[in-house]
């Protein structure tokens, strides 16, 4: 196991993608269709509530695709999904923040005081 994996594993999260094992990092995470804005960071998000467990799948397509144990129901999931995405890029869950697609499940999430590059930079070492 690979000490960034054990420090995930230790921290709750869990790589789903099987073939990623070996290697650290998520792949295909240039693909993602992340925008700079001013003040943060936008990346859009392909939520699974109702999982069974809460983790960072990898990237689908042009976005993030986060499960989580939530169901999506009265914003359970996305608060859920904020969260994760808080404790992934070491920021407070304050400075996560749904922008869109409140009810459907392709968001968007505003990092705020993150630039693109520190972002890529925690998921590939994720």
């Known amino acids: ?46 939520v699974v509530p109702g999982s069974s467990r809460d983790r960072i799948v990898g990237a689908l397509g042009d976005c993030l695709k986060i499960a989580t144990s939530a169901p999506a129901e009265k914003g359970k999931a996305n608060k859920a999904v904020a969260a994760i995405l808080a404790k992934a890029m070491g920021v407070s869950k304050k400075d996560v923040t749904l922008i869109s697609g409140p009810t459907n499940p392709r968001k968007e999430f505003l990092i705020v005081g993150m630039s693109w590059e520190q972002v890529q930079q925690r998921l590939e070492n994720f």
């Not at 230790?10 to 789903?16: D, M, T």
């Not at 094992?21 to 992340?34: A, P, T």
């Open 1 to 46: 196991m690979h000490a960034s994996r054990e420090c995930l594993s230790n921290c709750g999260f869990q790589i789903a993608d099987p073939r990623s094992r070996g290697d650290c990092g998520l792949k295909d995470i240039q693909n993602i269709d992340v925008r700079d804005v001013d003040g943060g960071t936008v990346i859009p998000v392909k």
